[in-house]
């Protein structure tokens, strides 16, 4: 005979932040089944297992009904699962539905059966099923109401049995109508299998239902996304055993810094204020690729969807360092200028390429490439992509960790190509961590329930950009916020210099339906992003809304901190000069001069620095 499986506290997700504080589980607050409303239990029998109490974990009859409707409907409409066969399911940590994983399933169900009262199944199936990303019967009942299960009234008993079937669809908190419309089935089968008469019935289905969270969660609304990204990174880790069962639950140690979380999404909360849009964010530790906080949507109860995570969206000009990157690997340097007007390339085939700079603002005259970035000047990006040839940003963004297939089109400098947020943020990560591959990372250490290691992330740093080169560029996009580039345009980040505390490099980035920015120093990344999930069309305010996030978050997380612990000492081989912004040139009016870096030996003369006579292969027509 098989020994008694050992479920006692299995799948079990025991989740701890950064400075191993346990911020929630899965199953850390299991109830025994007379701590349980019993309208919970009958509504959840009456619905997934009329015949719970009388079969030994399959329900052939019931097996074959819903064949036949299914066979008759050409779809899936019916299933046919146990409370047992679902709880034999909730032991393993991912879905497969491979043959091997349903035998295996089968198995354990036939042991559970064997092994275990009725009443200690569901109770076990109580504590383990999915309330939409909650997990538990106390959990969910805690989260929706603010309420200890056995204090559940029909109405929102009814309410939480009808989520587990499809949570996405049936959280009231996300589609109210649907979660009604699934409430009153799960009523009237009560009602057909004897539990509650018609007019409690019609009673409950009439009770209006007040959503209150727990106030113990400190509000924070998207922490969820944080946590789904964690249980999808444990899915991928190979170490792990496949059922809870081999382990009697896990505790996950992350990198989740609850002060950078609440940071974020006070941040977000307080300056993306048209409730319509949607946004996502994160913080990293760029030395290690450390997730120290996440957020993937406005409100996770609304919306599951992780944008930060999931989405690949336009990425407008905050692909331009990237490309400024290989421009100074190829020669340029902060004072290389091209001329900024109203262009149109022309190529072979009669083909043409007219892109405009924001507001239609034009040096008319040659710029720097420091000018170029403060400005965020789209000729001078379309010139340099020429320039240095189709391939030239490509392999810089696949030796940065972008390996997505690339258009190698002109508009690739302006970001027309669409890139996840999470592979921008370890790009960046390179920049702010001078010059090393970090990859993004959620979870530290997995042990079992005694404390054995399972698994735990060893860091692999790899050298892939010039320690000199990036300095330069990092220096760079501070002028993005540098008030002695205000002349004939403004820097795009000068609006939130006021607001700054902290030297930053700044990158930000505006297409017709993407707002982002990504900004770091040595301690941090940060990156953020609005916009609609149709792609409708954002507005100018919503981008000056997230530039004001973007510096309320990370100036909450550096307090305390000085520049000398956040900023980058100046490599031996590079030289700073007093420069007059637009030209490039050495400055004249120390009133506008900004100091830029450079490779010693390559400091601005009375040499030609303009290289429009250079580009290859394209004809400029005005």
Known sequence: ????????????????????????????????????????????????????????????????????????????????????????????????????????????????????????????????????????????????????????????????????????????????????????????????????????????????LNYEKSS???????????????????????????????????????????????????????????????????????????????????????????????????????????????????????????????????????KTYTPKNYNDEYANGPISLAAAISYSDNIYAVKTHLFLGDNALTDILKRVGIDEELNTLPSLALGAEEINMMDMMAAYSSLANEGYKVTPYFISKVTDMEGNILYEYKPNLENILNKNTVYILNELLTTTYAFEFKDYNVPTCLSIAPKMTHKYAIKSGTTNTDNLIFGYNKELVVGMWTGYDDNKDVSNKDSSNLKNAWVDTIEKCLEGKTDEETWYETPSNVVGVAIDPISGKVASDSSKAKILYYIKGTEPTLNKTSLDDSIPTVKVEE
């Open 1 to 208: 005979m098989q020994p008694k499986l050992p479920i006692t506290g299995a799948n079990g997700y025991h989740l701890y932040d950064i400075d191993n504080k346990s911020y929630t589980a899965s199953s850390n607050k299991n109830v025994s089944l007379n701590e349980i409303s019993k309208d919970l239990i009958n509504a959840t029998i009456s619905t997934e297992d009329k015949n719970f109490y009388k079969h030994q974990g399959f329900d052939f009859l019931r097996i074959l009904k819903a064949m036949f409707v299914n066979i008759k409907s050409g779809e899936n409409l019916q299933g046919a699962s146990t409370i047992t066969q679902q709880y034999a399911k909730n032991l393993f940590l991912d879905f497969d539905k491979t043959w091997s994983r349903k035998i295996k399933e089968a198995w354990i169900t036939i042991r559970l059966e064997s092994h275990y009262s009725k009443d200690d199944i569901l109770e076990g199936y109580l504590n383990t099923i999915n309330y939409g990303g909650i997990f538990g019967i106390e959990n969910a009942s805690k989260y929706y109401f603010n309420k200890s299960a056995k204090d559940l009234t029909l109405a929102e008993a009814s309410m939480l049995a009808g989520i587990p079937k499809n949570p996405s669809k049936y959280s009231p908190l996300i589609d109210e109508k649907n979660a009604k419309n699934r409430q009153k089935i799960i009523l009237n089968s009560m009602v057909k299998n004897g539990y509650i008469t018609e007019s409690q019935a019609n009673n409950a289905y009439n009770t209006k």
């Open 216 to 350: 113990d969660d400190d509000n924070l609304k998207m922490m969820m996304y944080y946590q789904d990204a964690v249980l999808d990174e444990l899915k991928s880790i190979k170490t792990i055993p496949s059922s809870f069962l081999e382990t009697g639950g896990l505790k996950i140690y992350t990198n989740l810094d609850m002060s950078a979380q609440k940071a974020l999404e006070d941040s977000l909360n307080k300056n993306i204020t048209n409730s319509d849009i949607q946004m996502a964010g994160v913080i990293m530790d760029p030395k290690t690729g450390k997730v120290l906080a996440l957020s993937g949507g406005r409100d996770y109860n609304k919306s599951q969807y992780n944008r930060a995570t999931m989405a690949k969206r336009q990425v407008g000009s905050t692909i331009k360092p990237f490309l400024y990157y290989s421009a100074l690997e190829n020669g340029f340097t902060p004072s290389t200028t091209f001329t900024s007007e109203k262009t149109t390339f022309s190529f072979s085939g009669n």
